[in-house]
């Protein structure tokens, strides 16, 4: 009888390794599995940190273009800036002495206007004063 419980256990225990012998094919797979999965992980990861390294260079790039930018603002677009409003200043002083040379002109004209009405009334006086001897 312990000869059959033996064998018994034996073939229960065959059959166990043949039950854990396709465990450890199937964690095996998983296993290889997982591996390839982490190295198409670690393929990414370094795609990824290839395309970090080239948006960070476009962004130094970029700000060194800013940076020329600003430059050239403050130096000749700002000196070109305050030459037109420095030239603005001078036209509307210019336009200022026109004007205040047209409102005398405009003055002179209306006295030789006042003149020439009284010159032509002080005619007319004088000739019917002459028509009336």
């Known amino acids: 009888m312990d000869e059959e419980k033996i064998l018994f256990l034996l073939e229960k225990i065959s059959d166990n390794m043949g039950n854990l012998n396709e465990a450890i094919i199937d964690l095996k797979s998983e296993v290889y599995t997982v591996k390839e999965e982490m190295a198409d992980l670690k393929t990414e990861v370094y795609t990824a940190r290839e ?17 020329k930018l600003g430059t050239k603002i403050d130096s000749e677009i700002t000196d070109k800036i305050r030459a037109l409003f420095d030239d603005r200043q001078v036209m509307h002083e210019k336009i200022d002495k ?13 006295n ?3 003149k020439t009405l009284y010159h032509d009334n002080k005619i007319v006086e004088l000739s019917k004063k002459l028509g009336n001897r």
Do not use: F, G
């Not at 080239?54 to 800013?66: G, H, M, N, R, V």
């Not at 026109?98 to 209306?110: G, L, M």
């Open 98 to 110: 026109i004007n205040e040379k047209i409102d005398r002109i405009q003055i002179d004209v209306n």
């Open 112 to 114: 030789m206007t006042i």
């Open 51 to 67: 395309a970090i390294t080239d948006l960070k260079s476009e962004i130094y790039t970029a700000k060194e273009e800013i940076k």
